[in-house]
């Protein structure tokens, strides 16, 4: 069952009638006044959330109180060319729910230029998907959002270094310290298998190219910062597939 998730700023208000928590409560558990729920309260951990007050506009009065932390995120971080804006959901919402610390968009040289203009960015859209996978999977935390002009932009500013340097990074200590391991899905010039490399326990710095794949000259930029490039499979494979196929290798890889 998925964990009712909620943000600080909601803590003492009422949850509105349509709100999704709100029906999921009522409509789905059969909740009733003075029932509890499982619940978490984001970045803060999970506990128990109880039903003080059913009003007659429909909201919901509730109480909680948290009980354990939250879980460290794995130390895997997907940067990915611009996908379909109809993909972008779905993709943040199902790597948010895998557990990798951060998501990474940037332009490619094949991608469409369009798809950078999707408005999930500025609208809370994308961070509602991040928070919908993390309720899913029963987390009370969200991956970091970046968004980058291009993969040159990506490589050239090595988020990976940058939230292991300033602390930000959830994940234990001693894979903070670690090298990550560089690993970019290539299936049309490939130096190996991605399902062949020994599990490290190192962290995963992941890069999927958008849907026509990578141009020669990314590939070189790749290889020139560290990246192998390896292959999925002789499959063609949708940008948000490929995604999850790479990042559950990845997962893999780190011992997880």
């Not at 970045?43 to 009003?55: A, F, L, R, V, W």
């Not at 490039?229 to 940008?239: C, I, N, V």
Request: aromatic share 6%.
């Amino acid at each position: 069952m998925n964990l009712i998730l909620f943000e600080t700023h909601e803590i003492g208000k009422a949850l509105p009638k349509r709100d999704e928590r709100s029906i999921h409560l009522l409509k789905v558990l059969h909740k009733k006044a003075g029932d509890t729920f499982e619940a978490g309260l984001l970045d803060t951990g999970s506990g128990i959330g109880k039903i003080e007050k059913i009003n007659t506009d429909g909201s919901i009065n509730f109480s909680y109180k948290t009980k354990a932390p939250p879980v460290p995120r794995l130390p895997v971080r997907v940067g990915v060319g611009f996908p379909r804006p109809i993909q972008i959901r779905r993709l943040l919402r199902d790597l948010s729910s895998l557990g990798v610390e951060a998501v990474d968009l940037f332009g490619t040289e094949l991608g469409e230029k369009s798809y950078r203009d999707t408005k999930l960015l500025d609208d809370g859209g994308a961070r509602a998907a991040l928070i919908e996978g993390a309720a899913q999977s029963r987390d009370t935390t969200i991956p970091a959002l970046g968004v980058f002009q291009s993969l040159a932009d990506w490589l050239r500013k090595r988020p990976w270094w940058k939230s292991q340097e300033d602390g930000s990074s959830s994940s234990p200590a001693v894979l903070n310290r670690a090298v990550p391991l560089f690993i970019a899905a290539d299936n049309v010039r490939p130096d190996g298998a991605m399902s062949r490399i020994t599990p490290t326990g190192r962290p995963v710095a992941l890069a999927i190219g958008s849907e026509r794949g990578w141009t020669d000259r990314e590939r070189d930029l790749l290889e020139e910062a560290g990246f192998l490039r390896l292959s999925l499979g002789t499959r063609a494979l949708r940008t948000e597939t490929a995604c999850i196929a790479a990042a559950v290798l990845a997962i893999e890889k780190i011992g997880e």
